[in-house]
């Protein structure tokens, strides 16, 4: 059973892409693109605003996914090494009640500063789990 969300979920983009050994690496912007695909019907069905953070520059061409209000795709505009961290944590408090924040990151320094905010933190692999039993009701209901 999915547990209703925290009025604001933040993705370590990064750091999803990365927990799977799909070949992620060979096309970052692709992997970002199919990311934010995947993330849509969860955000959809689970509700709250969702913000999907990556590190670097917005990948030339079209954008992964056009913003809506209950998804958002945020570049921190650099490389600099934990850059989505940074700007993760600098979202949760700016939240008037940080702790209504959920962040799916593996990272555990990450996962403390959310924590220490007030905020929850879960694993990209519960959050592929999440977006795998959307995925298979999905694909039940167009069958």
């Not at 944590?89 to 500063?113: F, I, K, M």
């Amino acid at each position: 059973m999915i547990r209703p969300t925290k009025p604001a979920v933040l993705v370590d983009g990064n750091n999803v892409m990365g927990s799977r050994p799909d070949g992620w690496w060979r096309n970052r912007a692709e992997a970002a693109h199919r990311l934010v695909a995947e993330l849509a019907p969860l955000a959809r069905s689970r509700g709250g605003a969702w913000t999907i953070v990556f590190d670097g520059p917005e990948p030339r061409g079209p954008a992964p996914a056009p913003s809506r209000d209950d998804l958002a795709v945020v570049h921190t505009g650099h490389s600099r090494r934990d850059g989505a961290d940074d700007r993760i944590v600098e979202l949760v408090g700016a939240l008037p009640d940080p702790a209504a924040a959920l962040v799916y990151t593996s990272d555990s320094a990450l996962r403390d500063r959310v924590r220490a905010l007030g905020g929850e933190a879960a694993g990209a692999r519960a959050l592929l789990k999440e977006i795998a039993a959307v995925g298979d009701t999905t694909d039940r209901g167009a069958g």
